[in-house]
């Protein structure tokens, strides 16, 4: 599993855990990113500049750092 996967996961888990709308934050974040987070799998490769985007997206939609 790489890090691109894990931090997917990881902002899925602040969205159920939050009980904000699964719908509204996955797009606002998509549309930050450039990609459908739902969409990584565990076999996608790290894409530096993927992680780099998703991780600007988390913050700046959820206040969520992922390091």
């Given at each position: ?18 009980n ?48």
């Open positions: 599993m790489g890090k691109l996967y894990e931090y997917s996961q990881r902002i899925e888990e602040h969205i159920q855990r939050n904000l709308d699964v719908f509204k934050t996955r797009g606002a974040i998509a549309m930050r990113a450039g990609f459908i987070i739902s969409l990584i799998q565990p076999s996608d490769p790290d894409d530096p500049i993927k992680i780099a985007a998703l991780k600007s997206a988390a913050e700046s939609v959820l206040g969520l750092r992922l390091d």
